[in-house]
C-alpha cells in the first residue's frame, strides 16, 4: 500500500477520513466513526465481557484485596461498547506536542479530564460516539489510602511524597502496575462515564445530528448551528487521567466525580468553550492546522491501517488508493 502526499496549500481546519478497502484482520469497529455512524447505546454487542477475578496473590494481598469489591461485571455491557481513538494520532500528539490547555475541563484528586470536541483530528480518528481513553498516571502508593491516626491533621503531600520516597523501589505497592486493576479502572470509569452521558441525552443528540434536523430554531436537543445545547451530553472523545484508582473506601466519590465531569462538559457553552485568546480561529482549528497530514498518514500506512486522513478543500494526490468519498466526521 502507497500513497504520495504533497504540501497542502489550502490549509483548511476541517479535517475528513477517506477509507480504503479493509485490510485483512482489522475489524470494522476499529475503524474511525462515519457520520452515519449512531451512539454507543445502539451498537450491539460483539462479545460478552470477561470477568477477571482475583488471582492467588491478590487473594494473599491486603492491599490489593481493598480494590476488589467495587467492581461488578454485569455492568460492562454498555460500557464494553465504548471505544478510544486511533493510537497512531495520540502517539502523533504526543510526539508533536499539539496540546491545549484549553482542553482540560475538569480536576479533581482522582483524575483530570481532557474533552475534544468532535472536529479535534484525535476526535476524527475515535471508534466510538462517545469515545473514551483511559490513562494510569501518578504515582499513588498504596491507591493513597494510609493508616494514619484519627488525630492527625497534618499535610496530605507530605505523607504521599514521603511514600514515594520509601517504596520508590517497590512498584508492587502501586495498583496500576496489575493488568488486573488497571482494566477494572478503565470499565469503572467507563460504566459511570457512558451512564451519565446517556442520561443527559447524548444518544439522542447523536441521532438528531445523523438525521440533520437542524433548522433555524434548532432541535431538541441541537441550537440553530447543529451544535449539542447547553445541558445536553456531547460527542467526542473524553480522555480521563487517572490519579487515583477506585477502591471500597473512594469509589463512590470517585463515581460522583466522574458524573460531575460529564455534566461540566454538557454544559459548556460552545462558542466560549472553542474560543483562543488572541486569534479569531478557535483551539481546534488551531490544532488541526499544525498537523502534518503527510507525517500522520505515513504513519497510519506503516501501521497498515486502511484510512487516511485529508483537509475537507484541499488537494489531495494519492496512488494506489481506491476512490472513496471523504467522510465528514
Partial sequence: MKFVTRP?????????????QPQCGLKVSNYPVTASQKSVLEVPIERKPI???MNDLAKKNTFLGALEPYHNCDNDALASRVKGTCSVAQK???????????????????FKLNYYPPDHFLSVLRKSKPAINVRESGEAYFNNNFNLDTNFHGDMDLVQKRAAYLFRNSPSFLPKQYAVYRRRNRMFVRERMVEEWCR????????ETIADLRSEHGTQYLDDAGRTKPGIAKDGLYVYQVLIFPDRQNHR???????????RVAYLQWDEFLRSKGNDKSWVQLANDR??????????????????????SSSFERGNLDDT?????
Avoid: M, W
Fill in 8 to 20: 497542502i496549500q489550502d490549509k483548511v481546519s476541517h479535517l475528513v477520513v477517506k477509507f480504503q
Fill in 51 to 53: 470477568d477477571l477475578g
Fill in 92 to 110: 502523533y500528539q504526543n510526539a508533536s506536542h499539539i496540546f491545549s490547555k484549553e482542553s482540560l475541563v475538569y480536576h479533581c484528586r482522582y
Fill in 200 to 207: 443527559l441525552k447524548g444518544s439522542e443528540a447523536v441521532n
Fill in 253 to 263: 466519590e470517585l463515581g460522583e466525580h466522574i458524573r460531575k465531569s460529564v455534566r
Fill in 291 to 312: 498537523v502534518r497530514l503527510d507525517v500522520l498518514n505515513k504513519q497510519l500506512a506503516q501501521s497498515e491501517l486502511p484510512f487516511i486522513v485529508t483537509r475537507a
Fill in 325 to 329: 468519498d471523504g467522510t465528514n466526521i
